[in-house]
Nanobody, 114 residues
Framework: QVQLVESGGGLVQPGGSLRLSCATS???????MDWYRQAPGNERELVAT???????NYADSVKGRFTISRDNAKNTVYLQMNSLKPEDTGIYFC?????????WGQGTQVTVSS
């Protein structure tokens, strides 16, 4: 079973940037990969998706600011986050999924504050 480990979170000022990484223990070629986030008191929400052939989809709240990408050779998925806002604060989770299974990482904290 593949394991996912997120990294790259931290504290950043509004308008700043962060790049999150999701490293996996096995090839991710067969998986759709998602980034979710969860703010305190809120439900977990889907932020971005990348398919096996590289097609992407984003939540309206992050379109034009966030970019999801994947490097299958490195078994890693990235989330580049630019022009960060305080409302982007939360724990960011990576998920690998197929039609029959899904696997979550443990999350990485992102805090956007001055």
């Amino acid at each position: 079973q593949v394991q996912l480990v997120e990294s790259g979170g931290g504290l950043v000022q509004p308008g700043g940037s962060l790049r999150l990484s999701c490293a996996t223990s096995r090839s991710i070629f067969i998986y759709y990969m998602d980034w979710y986030r969860q703010a305190p008191g809120n439900e977990r929400e889907l932020v971005a998706t990348i398919t096996r052939d590289g097609s992407t989809n984003y939540a309206d709240s992050v379109k034009g600011r966030f970019t999801i990408s994947r490097d299958n050779a490195k078994n890693t998925v990235y989330l580049q986050m630019n022009s960060l806002k305080p409302e982007d604060t939360g724990i960011y989770f990576c998920k690998a999924r197929t039609t029959s299974s899904e696997i979550w990482g443990q999350g990485t904290q992102v805090t956007v504050s001055s």
